[in-house]
Nanobody, 126 residues
Framework: QVQLVESGGGLVQAGGSLRLSCAAS????????MGWYRQAPGKPRELVAA???????NYADSVKGRFTISRDNAKSTVYLQMNSLKPEDTAVYYC????????????????????WGQGTQVTVSS
């Protein structure tokens, strides 16, 4: 059974940092496209960051320069380093993984991700 388990969320003051982790079990996602999404109350889920087979990354404009996505294939884990956090970053953050795609430049759309974690709450106080 495939599971994605997020951790590292919590309460932090504006300007602070958090590092989210997403550990995969049940199979390896080494080289698979993976992403972080978030959903704030009353808002649709949105892409935060993604990393593809080629190691290329993609970020929402609102987090560019503040957030960094990375992966450790040996540990089947993807990370989201979040710096200079703002109150508007408050949301539930979800990890997602897609089945293997041969393209090194491919980034899945939201509905093309095959597996999702349960989410971890990030709250940024002003």
């Amino acid at each position: 059974q495939v599971q994605l388990v997020e951790s590292g969320g919590g309460l932090v003051q504006a300007g602070g940092s958090l590092r989210l982790s997403c550990a995969a079990s049940g199979r390896s996602f080494s080289g698979h496209p993976m992403g972080w999404y978030r959903q704030a109350p009353g808002k649709p889920r949105e892409l935060v960051a993604a990393i593809n087979r080629g190691g290329n990354t993609n970020y929402a404009d609102s987090v560019k320069g503040r957030f960094t996505i990375s992966r450790d294939n040996a540990k089947s884990t993807v990370y989201l380093q979040m710096n200079s956090l703002k109150p508007e970053d408050t949301a539930v953050y979800y990890c997602a993984a897609a089945n293997f795609r041969p393209s090194y430049s491919y980034f899945p759309s939201e509905d093309e991700y095959d597996y999702w974690g349960q989410g971890t709450q990030v709250t940024v106080s002003s």
